[in-house]
């Protein structure tokens, strides 16, 4: 930590742009797997089954696409931070400062907690990565570990599948379905209208949050940007998609087990009993993983696994304290102060995480008041209401020339304006409980987050759009570094200056084309294996490995179906 570049504003935020792929990766899979992911998807999982991962699914690809398409305009932009991007493409000075509040408001409501600032405050951007390495080493043993346990306690897969549908709580109510266990807890894509996760949200709803959170959110892109150069970044994005593979494995589904292992306690339906037992009425899933971690394990590896989760919390919040230090310092700080010196600005830096600190700490009641049955649905649902129009604003500056100022200003503010609205109704109006009569508004009850998200989205892309058209159009200089990537793409990259491609390649053009294709084939087998019924032809047969099927995992998909969905895959690139 203290050996890190940190006499410099680009060491301190950008750890001088000289990491290569793998700790960019380690780093870029621990920022995004917190302590909240152990906890908020275990819960989910234990809550309604595997339809969760579907957001580690979408990030797999969506980290991808930054590394591709996004990265490179950043870098020919010469940026730090993502409020500070759009100042360069739009011009003008409130879309910066509007963007950089709305960041932080972001990072306070659904991202920061209280403990283990030290290293942001202390070794900036450098010491984060590389304490992140080591704490996903530490995350991956100890959350494999607790998963052979888990597996092994049920019976493997095929005795999760079977006892799953039995692990009800012997507090149900007689003639209610409080408690009882999904039908379709083994399904990712469900039904669109009766559903908690319906596909049509799942396949474009979750995407647009995705897109904002791997592409545009300051606390990804700023790992990414302090790659030696793009094949680097691009090697990091590539090994954290196969990272995300993990936490179905190692998450979800030990939630699953402990709702099997100790139904009355993470199943519990009736609000006093959930009250009494872990203070919430809503619910007790989010326990799941915290119980089988103290029931489970022997005396010596519980303590491997409370470091695991400590080391999830750290890389998190070390990564979100670093990153909203950089945003206020670099584009709030420097607004007030433009002649400011470097030492001034890393002073300011780490002086904010301090006050971030205590604003997180009284932020906390309301995340509790807020949070419902289930953590991780909770930030879903903020993101979805939050993000859109953010993420919209992004990619139209990325990839349309006409869009200008005026156009990302209004789309920003109309956007956030019908999101807060929905969150501060779901504030007011929040879901009732198992039982209960619904009274909620008909916007409230009837339209699920994710169709939100799209509705958001789609008011965002139409705002910026008209009120570009309407105005004037943006100067040349402005859309000069986008659009002079985007023939760089075209042509094949031939004429790209040496700050796209770099001269120390981390991983070669075709490891990476081959890489990829990996990814979706351990993606379709696996999907292919959950939901039968909406599988590919090729692939419908597929099943776990169970007593139904014992196919072993790597034959999962056939020699039929890779190779056409090889040839389609080719077919669309």
């Given amino acids: 930590m203290w050996k890190t570049q940190r ?9 001088g742009g000289q990491m290569v792929w793998w700790p960019v990766g380690a780093s870029l899979f621990a920022s995004n797997v917190g302590s909240g992911h152990f906890i908020g998807l275990a819960g989910s999982g234990a809550a309604s089954g595997i339809a969760a991962t579907a957001y580690e699914w979408n990030g797999m690809f969506c980290v991808l696409v930054l590394a591709w398409l996004f990265l490179p305009i950043y870098i020919a932009a010469g940026v730090t931070t993502m409020p500070e991007y759009l100042r360069k493409r739009f011009g003008g000075k409130r879309i910066q400062m509007f963007l950089a509040i709305l960041y932080l408001f972001i990072y306070i409501f659904t991202k920061i907690s ?6 942001a405050l202390l070794g900036g951007l450098a010491a984060v990565i590389y304490t992140d390495a080591l704490q996903t080493l530490i995350m991956l043993i100890g959350a ?12 493997g897969l095929e005795g999760l599948q079977t006892k799953y549908f039995d692990a009800i709580p012997s507090t149900r109510k007689e003639n209610s379905s409080c408690g009882l266990p999904r039908e379709d807890a083994f399904h990712i894509f469900r039904d669109p ?6 596909w049509p949200g799942v396949l474009v709803g979750m995407t647009i949050p995705s897109l904002w959170y791997w592409c545009t959110d300051q606390v990804i892109v700023q790992r990414s940007l302090a790659a030696k150069n793009l094949s680097h970044a691009k090697g990091g994005s590539l090994m954290t998609s196969y990272l995300k593979i993990l936490p179905l494995f190692m998450m979800v589904m030990p939630g699953m087990i402990s709702r099997i292992l100790f139904p009355d306690l993470v199943a519990c339906a009736d609000a006093e009993i959930c009250r009494k037992i872990c203070g919430n009425p809503s619910g007790c899933s989010d326990i799941a993983y915290p119980k089988l971690v103290i029931e489970l394990l022997p005396v010596g590896l519980r303590g491997l696994m409370m470091s695991v989760m400590i080391a999830a919390l750290m890389s998190s919040l070390t990564s979100i304290f670093n990153s909203a230090s950089t945003i206020f310092t670099m584009d709030l700080w420097k607004h007030f102060r433009p002649r400011c010196s470097e030492w001034e600005l890393m002073i300011v830096g780490r002086v904010f995480v301090l006050l971030l600190t205590v604003v997180s700490i009284l932020w906390i009641p309301l995340v509790q008041a807020g949070q419902g049955g289930q953590l991780f649905i909770y930030i879903q649902s903020i993101s979805s209401y939050l993000q859109p129009p953010v993420a919209m604003v992004f990619i139209l500056g990325c990839f349309w020339k006409r869009a200008n100022e005026k156009g990302a200003f209004w789309g920003l503010v109309i956007g956030l304006l019908l999101g807060v609205i929905r969150l501060v109704l779901d504030f007011i109006y929040p879901e ?15 339209m699920h987050y994710l169709y939100f998200s799209m509705v958001l989205a789609a008011i965002s892309t139409l705002t910026v759009l008209v009120v570009s058209m309407l105005t004037e159009p943006p100067t040349e200089e402005m859309v000069r570094h986008p659009f002079r990537f985007l023939l760089f793409f075209v042509n094949g990259f031939q004429d790209a200056p040496h700050y796209i491609h770099g001269n120390n390649v981390g991983i070669n053009n075709l490891e990476m084309e081959v ?25 419908c047969h597929l099943r776990f490995w169970s007593h139904k099927s014992r196919i072993p995992p790597w034959k999962w998909v056939n020699s039929r179906c890779y190779k056409e969905l090889f040839l389609s895959l080719n077919m669309c690139v």
Avoid at 193 to 198: A, E, I, M
């Fill in 7 to 15: 006499s410099t504003v680009k060491g301190y935020f950008l750890a």
């Fill in 114 to 119: 209280v403990i283990c600032c030290f290293s």
């Fill in 144 to 155: 494999v570990t607790l998963m052979v346990f888990s597996f092994v306690e049920v019976g």
């Fill in 193 to 198: 209208v009766n559903s908690d996760l319906p």
């Fill in 432 to 446: 009732p409980q198992c039982g209960e009569t619904d009274l909620r508004p008909g916007v409230v009850k009837y």
């Fill in 515 to 539: 890489s990829i294709h990996s990814l979706f084939m351990i993606t379709l087998a696996i999907t292919c294996n959950s939901n039968p019924s909406s599988a590919p032809a090729p692939c």
